[in-house]
């Protein structure tokens, strides 16, 4: 079932041109990692829990996942996929279409972040002070974005 579901998101984030499968290549399982990440914001649940690391949220079982997958033949298994049409699957391709990497890898460890703050009770005054500097504490390639990324966090009703 969670193979399935994981297929369909593929897919129809391929047909929409915002992901090529290709596991062969480190940014496109890294991109995946945090598409998947992320679409649990918009309220698509694909079964995946997520550990930090790194490169941020990461989940062994979505790693295991894809690579199953890619020992299917896709394009054959792509074609009996169903897409998914779900208004909360619009939202989030609405938000993630033109995103880079970097900005979604930012995203995701800034959400990781926000969630902890938010648990701790912290308010919106002290969150909005705290996550750039956290954001470009574990990224600082991503120093000059953290502010950037921090108002995209905020301002989405879906991460609130």
């Known amino acids: 079932m969670r193979l399935e579901k994981l297929a369909s998101f593929i897919k ?8 090529k499968f290709n596991i062969d290549e480190f940014d496109n399982r890294l991109m995946l990692q945090k598409l998947v990440y992320i679409s649990k914001f918009f309220g698509i649940d694909l079964g995946y829990s997520f550990n930090y690391y790194l490169r941020g949220p990461y989940s062994p079982e979505l790693a295991d996942d ?26 989030f391709v609405n938000f993630v ?20 703050l938010k648990i701790m009770n912290y308010p919106y ?3 909005r002070k705290l996550l750039p500097k956290l954001i470009a504490s574990r990224k600082p390639f991503l120093e000059d974005r ?10 989405e009703p879906n991460f609130a």
Do not use: H, M, Q
């Open 12 to 19: 129809t984030l391929e047909d929409l041109g915002i992901y």
């Open 66 to 91: 894809y690579f199953r997958l890619a020992e299917l033949d896709w394009n054959a298994l792509r074609e009996k996929i169903p897409k998914i049409t779900t208004p909360e699957f619009e939202k």
């Open 97 to 116: 279409r033109g995103k880079d990497i970097e900005l979604l890898e930012g995203i995701a460890t800034g959400l990781v972040f926000c969630k902890k």
């Open 125 to 127: 005054s002290k969150i």
């Open 146 to 155: 953290s502010e950037e990324i921090t108002e995209i966090i905020l301002s």
